[in-house]
């Protein structure tokens, strides 16, 4: 017996009507919003993850699925999403098409992180990146196409908090104010803040351990230290989501765990599903293009955590839509009558009716308990009788009422009833 991975999952047939919805439901959002589907590969150059998403964070350091291939070149399972977007965007030439240039993707990522409820190391995204506006209303934009997604699900208790973090400018005077801040308590702090003070400041404020945290809690904040651009930017979001009446907090804490950010950062929270709740996150990352070989490009995107989304609705007791139960089940008495079934069944099916037949060669009393299993509408038994009839009786299994159908009337007599 083999064992799936630590931190992986399977979806099961009778789970995997929820994943579709979920899917389905990004579809649906993204095309309100007239942003188109993009796939990357599963693993890419080691390179671009180093570069892209940065070498002092976590996801780089101590959580990436790296290895050599057959002919010796460094390869990453891709962690997240964004960083392989750009370099579709910056490889395929998508820099010289009309801007911006929207584009959504669903996919895999692998992080080796500590698994627990909320926390895969193979966890599943619906991310959006806008590419080539810098203009307030495209964070407001991708704010609002991730709200609606939430919304559409029919999630409620979710928090929206949003921070503005920056831009080169003003950040190197915050990471300076940081660091004076810090300095008294280094001896206080954890071994990776020690480490994190010298390569990354803006990261001391996302620490987990409790003597970092209350150290952290006294910090400045960076909402004090924006640049004339980057607080008028800021304002002008927050304008916008408020005439949208999107509801937000404005968390001065949020750093993100990635680095490639600037100005604009926001996450989704939800307390309904313990320590991991952050159901969504993202935000500006104005300097990422031309970081990783593109012309300076402002950009946008987030991505939400499907895993977490569907333990939360799961959590939260929000419907899912039932997914599609066959409507008419034929089971066959003999041989002869199995083979009428297979061939109404297919018949039907041309007709888009969702048809299934006995493919066990089983009794009758079997072939009605798989029927009732898969919660068909209708029933009909063909025998003997029936081939020389060249009718049978269809059973509605809601009311338990029957009617003889001649075999070509089938499908007439399914259309106003399903
Ligand atoms: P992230 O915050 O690292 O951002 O991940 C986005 C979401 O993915 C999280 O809010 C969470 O719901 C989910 N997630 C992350 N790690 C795990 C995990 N180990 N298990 C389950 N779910 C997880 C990014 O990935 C950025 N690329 C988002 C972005 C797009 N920013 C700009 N564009």
Redesign the pocket.
Known sequence: MYNKPK?TRDVLPDQSYKWQYIECVAREVAALYGISEIRTPTFEYTELFRRGVGETTD?VNKEMYTFEDKGGRSITLK????AG?VRLFVENGLESCPMPVKTYYITS?F?Y?RPQA????E???F???IFGAQSPETDAEAISAASAFIERLKIKDVRLEINSIGCKTCRAEYNAALKRYFRPHLDKLCANCRTRYETNPLRLLDCKEEDCKRIAAEAPSILDYLCDDCKTHFAAVKQLLDEEGINYVVNPRIV???D??TKTVF??VSSAIGA?G??????R?DGLVSEIGGAPTPA??????L???LLLMEATGVEIPPRGVTQIYFAGMDAESRKKAFSLACGLRKHGIRAECDLMERSLKSQMKYADKTGAKFVAVIGGDELAKGETNIKNMADGTSSAVKFGEIYKYLSTRL
């Open positions: 931190g996801v962690p997240e999403g964004t977007a990522a992080r992180e909320g926390r895969l190391r966890l599943h995204q991310g959006v990146e993100r765990g990635l490639y950010y996450e989704f991991q952050a159901v969504c996150g993202g935000g990352y946008i995107g987030f991505a939400a955590g895993d977490r989304l």
